[in-house]
């Protein structure tokens, strides 16, 4: 089908007025119209004393663009919209247009071909599997969240907990159904408060077409999913969480976007959004299209996205997916399926580009936003600055900690000796970065088992180990990530369609396992050393990284204040160790500030209940040492909390007092590095 219509739309447009300005036009093109939903898409607005919908579209290889709605039995043919010359734009105003209203752009290709697209700009769209976009206003909402944004900043001294969750799975109703944003809100917040979480973090809720692509193959980088509810109702979510001390992050995805027909491939009959050259266009690993990050417009586009979920929707900052996938051209492809860049070389320059003004501009807008990269290689400076060179993001996840960490807590305890450099190596580049470490929902899911069902060992020992491991997260350098179920032991994988299995906390494994990573959360939240000092070696110190026999580690983190440090002391194997001698930095009375053996979490008990006094005994590297208790499986965190001669009574300190009992001790220690 041939519609001749290019000089019609020409004429008409002459005569009608548009909502693009000659301004935002230029700035499109050049790639700086950071807020371009103010322009495209559907508007409600009143021209001429008429209400109705403004609609624009850039679509410049399109013959005739058409507005496709129930109202003409999605034909578009005689409702044209106009087209602005030399532009790219097309626009018309139709009256009597309401809210609600569905609708789609019937675009002319170059070939003559005719076909239906979503509106890459619009504000709402049908509840899948309907595709249709839907006419929706993004104004009105009364906010009440404006002493949280006065007062948020980018938490670099500050706690950072992150609670990671997918809105569809972490409840659903009795009958499968999903709870709406503002539903969600009153279940949530509670437990996440409760918590102890500083941060929800939500899987992508932009709109896509396939609920097991998780949101990460999107089809609307403007419109928050269909499935939980309308724009207003997930303005409220955010609303509620602020309200409540708790941030929102939102995972972003412009590395790449889905190939369904109504979305943005080829999006007016030849490539728009991606890259024209198949090579660079195609990801064949995840069956999508790669934006054209070299494209002006394309920049517009993926940046006034960032900051429209900000402005709008009072996101806290992104998640940004699979950065590597962006800056390599070579990702995931074999020979003969990338090419070089202009230097031979397989950086994408432009996405580089691309990654750096995002950031820099969010900044400039939004100071303190979030940006966060899933970044997995060993690209340099992810988080340094764009004026020094770097990406410019906030955070990175650290990828390498994570795959440390599960590959060691996976192995069989009698091999773990031979594993200790996975314990200790993460820290020779903890600080080369900001670092969020995370614990993430792809690492439970497609055969890799839930956290709980990665350790070895007994049903028992699975809990000590998964206790271990989180108490191994929250005292280690960097922020935190959790995916939900993790905080209460989810023994299966994350299953991508159902909900949680809430039903196991009726069992007290479960049920202590969740107070477990309640309390540690809290007294995460409570201990300054654990996150004043996260970005800088002030804030961490090895008492032992040696010990690979015993498989123990032990080390200080530190705060701005010397009182505030922290001794932690790891057994990473279902050994009780009677007497482990640890160095302290200063002479004083020692206290074991938490336990992940304590009984009241299910473990065997913590058997270190009364303080002790240092000992002038040297023991790694430090003047004075004490002797504790280090149950199987357990961390252990000590803290000092007065000078041996401040009226501490005698019966409540442990100490040897006599030499001969000092000495044997000590011998007694030495033998702790080399005890199985």
Same mark, same amino acid.
């Given at each position: 089908?041939?519609?001749?219509?290019?000089?019609?739309?020409?004429?008409?447009?002459? $005569?009608?007025?548009?909502?693009?300005? /000659?301004?935002? @036009? +230029?700035?499109? =093109?050049? !790639? %700086?119209?950071?807020?371009?939903?103010?322009?495209?898409?559907?508007?409600?607005?009143?021209?001429?004393?008429?209400?109705?919908?403004?609609?624009?579209?850039?679509?410049?290889?399109?013959?005739?663009?058409?507005?496709?709605?129930?109202?003409?039995?999605?034909?578009?043919?005689?409702?044209?919209?106009?087209?602005?010359?030399?532009?790219?734009?097309?626009?018309?105003?139709?009256?009597?247009?309401?809210?609600?209203?569905?609708?789609?752009?019937?675009?002319?290709?170059?070939?003559?071909?005719?076909?239906?697209?979503?509106?890459?700009?619009?504000?709402?769209?049908?509840?899948?599997?309907?595709?249709?976009?839907?006419?929706?206003?993004?104004?009105?909402?009364?906010?009440?969240?404006?002493?949280?944004?006065?007062? $948020?900043?980018?938490?670099?001294?500050? /706690?950072?907990? @992150? +609670?990671?969750? =997918?809105? !569809? %799975?972490?409840?659903?109703?009795?009958?499968?159904?999903?709870?709406?944003?503002?539903?969600?809100?009153?279940?949530?917040?509670?437990?996440?408060?409760?918590?102890?979480?500083?941060?929800?973090?939500?899987?992508?809720?932009?709109?896509?077409?396939?609920?097991?692509?998780?949101?990460?193959?999107?089809?609307?980088?403007?419109?928050?999913?269909?499935?939980?509810?309308?724009?207003?109702?997930?303005?409220?979510?955010?609303?509620?969480?602020?309200?409540?001390?708790?941030?929102?992050?939102?995972?972003?995805?412009?590395?790449?976007?889905?190939?369904?027909?109504?979305?943005?491939?080829?999006?007016?009959?030849?490539?728009?959004?991606?890259?024209?050259?198949?090579?660079?266009?195609?990801?064949?690993?995840?069956?999508?299209?790669?934006?054209?990050?070299?494209? /002006?417009?394309?920049?517009?586009?993926?940046?006034?996205?960032?900051?429209?979920?900000?402005?709008?929707?009072?996101?806290?900052?992104?998640?940004?997916?699979?950065?590597?996938?962006?800056?390599?051209?070579?990702?995931?492809?074999?020979?003969?399926?990338?090419?070089?860049?202009?230097?031979?070389?397989?950086?994408?320059?432009?996405?580089?580009?691309?990654?750096?003004?995002?950031?820099?501009?969010?900044?400039?807008?939004?100071?303190?936003?979030?940006?966060?990269?899933?970044?997995?290689?060993?690209?340099?400076?992810?988080?340094?600055?764009?004026?020094?060179?770097?990406?410019?993001?906030?955070?990175?996840?650290?990828?390498?900690?994570?795959?440390?960490?599960?590959?060691?807590?996976?192995?069989?305890?009698?091999?773990?000796?031979?594993?200790?450099?996975?314990?200790?190596?993460?820290?020779?580049?903890?600080?080369?970065?900001?670092?969020?470490?995370?614990?993430?929902?792809?690492?439970?899911?497609?055969?890799?088992?839930?956290?709980?069902?990665?350790?070895?060992?007994?049903?028992?020992?699975?809990?000590?180990?998964?206790?271990?491991?989180?108490?191994?997260?929250?005292?280690?350098?960097?922020?935190?990530?959790?995916?939900?179920?993790?905080?209460?032991?989810?023994?299966?994988?994350?299953?991508?369609?159902?909900?949680?299995?809430?039903?196991?906390?009726?069992?007290?494994?479960?049920?202590?396992?969740?107070?477990?990573?309640?309390?540690?959360?809290?007294?995460?939240?409570?201990?300054?050393?654990?996150?004043?000092?996260?970005?800088?070696?002030?804030?961490?110190?090895?008492?032992?990284?040696?010990?690979?026999?015993?498989?123990?580690?032990?080390?200080?983190?530190?705060?701005?204040?010397?009182?505030?440090?922290?001794?932690?002391?790891?057994?990473?194997?279902?050994?009780?160790?009677?007497?482990?001698?640890?160095?302290?930095?200063?002479?004083?009375?020692?206290?074991?500030?938490?336990?992940?053996?304590?009984?009241?979490?299910?473990?065997?008990?913590?058997?270190?209940?009364?303080?002790?006094?240092?000992?002038?005994?040297?023991?790694?590297?430090?003047?004075?040492?004490?002797?504790?208790?280090?149950?199987?499986?357990?961390?252990?965190?000590?803290?000092?909390?007065?000078?041996?001669?401040?009226?501490?009574?005698?019966?409540?300190?442990?100490?040897?007092?006599?030499?001969?009992?000092?000495?044997?001790?000590?011998?007694?220690?030495?033998?702790?590095?080399?005890?199985?």
């Amino acid at each position: 089908m041939e519609i001749g219509c290019d000089e019609v739309s020409d004429m008409a447009a002459a $005569n009608h007025p548009v909502a693009i300005s /000659p301004q935002d @036009i +230029y700035l499109f =093109h050049e !790639g %700086t119209l950071y807020r371009s939903y103010r322009s495209l898409g559907a508007h409600l607005t009143v021209e001429n004393g008429i209400s109705g919908v403004r609609f624009t579209v850039w679509a410049p290889h399109a013959r005739h663009v058409g507005m496709a709605s129930d109202w003409n039995g999605w034909r578009g043919e005689n409702d044209s919209l106009y087209k602005i010359p030399e532009s790219g734009f097309w626009s018309r105003f139709f009256p009597g247009i309401v809210q609600g209203t569905f609708y789609k752009y019937e675009i002319t290709g170059p070939d003559g071909r005719v076909f239906l697209k979503a509106d890459p700009y619009a504000f709402h769209a049908e509840v899948r599997p309907n595709t249709a976009s839907v006419v929706a206003s993004i104004e009105g909402y009364r906010w009440g969240d404006g002493a949280w944004r006065r007062k $948020n900043r980018i938490p670099y001294r500050k /706690p950072l907990n @992150i +609670y990671e969750m =997918h809105f !569809g %799975t972490w409840r659903q109703k009795e009958d499968g159904e999903f709870y709406t944003y503002r539903e969600m809100a009153e279940l949530l917040i509670p437990y996440v408060k409760e918590m102890g979480y500083t941060h929800i973090e939500i899987m992508p809720l932009t709109e896509h077409p396939y609920d097991l692509s998780w949101g990460y193959q999107t089809t609307g980088y403007f419109a928050p999913t269909s499935r939980y509810g309308k724009p207003e109702d997930l303005m409220y979510f955010v609303d509620q969480c602020h309200q409540n001390d708790i941030g929102v992050l939102l995972d972003w995805v412009p590395g790449h976007f889905a190939r369904d027909d109504h979305g943005l491939r080829l999006f007016d009959g030849a490539p728009l959004f991606e890259y024209s050259d198949p090579l660079k266009a195609d990801k064949p690993g995840w069956g999508t299209l790669s934006f054209d990050f070299g494209k /002006p417009e394309v920049r517009s586009f993926l940046i006034s996205s960032a900051l429209y979920w900000m402005e709008v929707y009072h996101f806290d900052g992104l998640r940004v997916d699979a950065v590597t996938s962006m800056l390599k051209l070579d990702f995931e492809k074999g020979e003969g399926q990338f090419r070089l860049n202009e230097f031979g070389g397989t950086d994408n320059l432009e996405a580089i580009r691309f990654l750096k003004e995002l950031n820099q501009v969010v900044s400039d807008h939004y100071p303190h936003a979030l940006m966060m990269a899933e970044e997995s290689s060993a690209w340099p400076m992810v988080t340094g600055s764009v004026e020094e060179g770097g990406l410019g993001f906030n955070y990175k996840w650290n990828m390498g900690w994570m795959n440390d960490t599960l590959a060691y807590v996976e192995t069989p305890f009698w091999d773990r000796p031979s594993k200790h450099h996975l314990l200790t190596f993460p820290i020779v580049y903890a600080y080369s970065e900001n670092y969020t470490l995370p614990l993430s929902h792809d690492e439970v899911v497609h055969g890799k088992k839930s956290l709980l069902d990665k350790m070895p060992g007994s049903y028992e020992e699975k809990f000590a180990g998964l206790r271990l491991l989180l108490a191994y997260q929250l005292t280690s350098p960097g922020k935190k990530l959790l995916f939900m179920g993790g905080e209460f032991g989810q023994f299966i994988e994350w299953k991508d369609q159902d909900q949680l299995d809430w039903f196991l906390l009726d069992y007290d494994s479960h049920r202590l396992m969740l107070e477990y990573t309640k309390a540690i959360n809290h007294f995460y939240l409570q201990e300054p050393a654990l996150w004043e000092h996260d970005h800088g070696m002030d804030g961490y110190q090895w008492l032992t990284p040696h010990d690979a026999g015993q498989s123990v580690i032990a080390y200080m983190r530190k705060g701005i204040r010397n009182k505030d440090t922290l001794l932690i002391v790891i057994n990473f194997q279902p050994v009780y160790r009677e007497r482990y001698r640890i160095g302290v930095p200063k002479a004083g009375i020692y206290r074991e500030v938490f336990s992940s053996e304590d009984s009241q979490f299910g473990g065997s008990g913590s058997p270190n209940g009364s303080p002790l006094a240092a000992e002038k005994v040297e023991w790694h590297d430090q003047l004075q040492s004490i002797e504790l208790k280090l149950p199987p499986l357990s961390v252990s965190i000590w803290k000092r909390t007065g000078a041996a001669s401040g009226g501490q009574p005698a019966a409540s300190v442990n100490t040897l007092s006599s030499r001969k009992k000092k000495t044997k001790a000590a011998k007694q220690s030495k033998r702790n590095v080399s005890l199985a």
